[in-house]
């Protein structure tokens, strides 16, 4: 594993860097509200930042995102990359490349994703029209198409103005939506493996705004804690203050770290669904507690709602509930080792010459029971 940077993506983090400090203000961003920042979206497009990502790669957005999370920049930089230059990158025909990466690049057309998908809630057509709601929808607001999974998690592209988007008021410091979808024409995108190569994609490319967001915290906190007196000395000298502070720090790079990876294997063509689990895991997990102690460590200024570190909570918070539960996390992650060791082993050999263990009901009763073909498919009773 390399994680250094090319010259290409360093460029491209300097860049980033520079514009998210330049326009993403606190000023700037109160102002906002829940709204996307034209002239910062306009700034980034017309930089050519958009563009790059298909040259520079997930591991040169992840590091870009970092710079956005450090100011929690009001832009739906991470969606339009991910769920439109990225998936379409990958996995949009020749057709839909070439009418849609333009106007991506340049920032008139504005993807969005239903992700994760759920299950069950959008059914589509042969004839590729889909019915079904998606509660909410980040960025909706802001965007031109929306990237749909359907019950069989197919990937379907959608224009907004051919369904219904009507607002959502949460939590969150960005616009979101609820999406109506009722006989509305869709075009296919990808095939079976999109699904789960763009929701990597996406686990991966938060997972890098996550690290941000985390970072802007921490250098906040920092800050403070070092600037502020009290007994005559500054609050950065107390023991307590030091460990808060190194901890949030730990849990700050392991979500880099595992974003890193999962990004640089993406680009090297290597399996990455579980690397993009573990960052996920650790953006959602680790993410929570950094951005809480971003707070701790304010004491009472932590705990005024029109404070810059307040922005980091909140964005801190709504990126671990989009990443989804750790628990949920952790549980998908042991299912997908599972599922890759013994694939392994039935490629050394056939399954009826493995150990197999006897299930607890079959101890009670004296049996021993070999193992179904539905439950060795999740790895059950098959010893390792």
Same mark, same amino acid.
């Given at each position: 594993?390399?994680?250094?940077?090319?010259?290409?993506?360093?460029? #491209?983090?300097?860049?980033?860097?520079?514009?998210?400090?330049?326009?993403?203000?606190?000023?700037?961003?109160?102002?906002?509200?829940?709204?996307?920042?034209?002239?910062?979206?306009?700034?980034?497009?017309?930089?050519?930042?958009?563009?790059? #990502?298909?040259?520079?790669?997930?591991?040169?957005?992840?590091?870009?995102?970092?710079?956005?999370?450090?100011?929690?920049?009001?832009?739906?930089?991470?969606?339009?990359?991910?769920? &439109?230059?990225?998936?379409?990158?990958?996995?949009?025909?020749?057709?839909?490349?070439?009418?849609?990466?333009?106007?991506?690049?340049?920032?008139?057309?504005?993807?969005?994703?239903?992700?994760?998908?759920?299950?069950?809630?959008?059914?589509?057509?042969?004839?590729?029209?889909?019915?079904?709601?998606? $509660?909410?929808?980040?960025?909706?607001?802001?965007?031109?198409?929306?990237?749909? $999974?359907?019950?069989?998690?197919?990937?379907?592209?959608?224009?907004?103005?051919?369904?219904?988007?009507?607002?959502?008021?949460?939590?969150?410091?960005?616009?979101?939506?609820?999406?109506?979808?009722?006989?509305? $024409?869709?075009?296919?995108?990808?095939?079976?493996?999109?699904?789960?190569?763009?929701?990597?994609? +996406?686990?991966?490319?938060?997972?890098?705004?996550?690290?941000? #967001?985390?970072?802007?915290?921490?250098?906040?906190?920092?800050?403070?804690?070092?600037?502020?007196?009290?007994?005559?000395?500054?609050?950065?000298?107390?023991?307590? #203050?030091?460990?808060?502070?190194?901890?949030?720090?730990?849990?700050?790079?392991?979500?880099?770290?595992?974003?890193?990876?999962?990004?640089?294997?993406?680009?090297?063509?290597?399996?990455?669904?579980?690397?993009?689990?573990?960052?996920?895991?650790?953006?959602?997990?680790?993410?929570?507690?950094?951005?809480?102690? &971003?707070?701790?460590?304010?004491?009472?200024?932590?705990?005024?709602?029109?404070?810059?570190?307040?922005?980091?909570?909140?964005?801190?918070?709504?990126?671990?509930?989009?990443?989804?539960?750790?628990?949920?996390?952790? +549980?998908?992650?042991?299912?997908?080792?599972? +599922?890759?060791?013994?694939?392994?082993?039935?490629?050394?050999?056939?399954?009826?010459?493995?150990?197999?263990?006897?299930?607890?009901?079959?101890?009670?009763?004296?049996?021993?029971?070999?193992?179904?073909?539905?439950?060795?498919?999740?790895?059950?009773?098959?010893? +390792?």
């Amino acid at each position: 594993m390399d994680f250094t940077p090319t010259e290409e993506q360093s460029a #491209v983090r300097e860049l980033a860097g520079q514009i998210f400090g330049d326009l993403a203000t606190p000023e700037r961003l109160a102002a906002a509200g829940t709204g996307s920042d034209a002239e910062l979206w306009k700034a980034l497009c017309g930089a050519g930042l958009v563009a790059a #990502v298909e040259e520079v790669g997930l591991l040169g957005l992840v590091l870009a995102l970092e710079e956005q999370g450090r100011t929690t920049a009001q832009v739906p930089f991470a969606a339009s990359c991910v769920y &439109g230059v990225l998936a379409l990158g990958a996995h949009g025909t020749a057709g839909q490349r070439d009418r849609l990466l333009p106007a991506l690049r340049e920032g008139s057309t504005v993807v969005t994703g239903a992700f994760p998908a759920s299950g069950g809630r959008v059914r589509a057509t042969a004839e590729g029209e889909l019915t079904g709601v998606v $509660p909410l929808v980040s960025w909706l607001r802001d965007a031109t198409h929306v990237l749909v $999974p359907d019950e069989e998690r197919r990937l379907w592209l959608v224009r907004v103005a051919d369904a219904g988007a009507e607002p959502v008021e949460t939590t969150a410091p960005w616009s979101a939506g609820r999406l109506t979808l009722d006989g509305t $024409p869709a075009e296919r995108v990808g095939g079976a493996e999109a699904y789960e190569d763009v929701l990597a994609t +996406a686990r991966t490319a938060f997972a890098g705004l996550q690290a941000g #967001v985390c970072a802007g915290s921490l250098a906040r906190a920092v800050q403070h804690t070092s600037t502020r007196e009290q007994f005559g000395r500054p609050l950065s000298t107390n023991q307590g #203050v030091l460990l808060r502070a190194a901890d949030a720090y730990m849990d700050t790079e392991a979500i880099r770290v595992t974003s890193y990876e999962a990004a640089w294997r993406r680009d090297e063509s290597l399996p990455y669904g579980t690397h993009a689990l573990t960052a996920a895991w650790w953006a959602s997990e680790a993410g929570t507690r950094v951005v809480h102690a &971003g707070q701790h460590l304010h004491g009472g200024l932590g705990a005024d709602l029109e404070h810059p570190v307040h922005r980091h909570f909140l964005w801190g918070r709504q990126l671990d509930a989009y990443l989804g539960c750790g628990g949920e996390l952790l +549980a998908e992650l042991g299912e997908l080792i599972v +599922a890759e060791k013994l694939t392994e082993k039935l490629a050394e050999e056939p399954l009826e010459k493995l150990v197999v263990r006897p299930s607890v009901e079959g101890v009670v009763r004296g049996e021993t029971e070999r193992p179904s073909a539905e439950g060795a498919g999740r790895g059950e009773g098959v010893g +390792a």
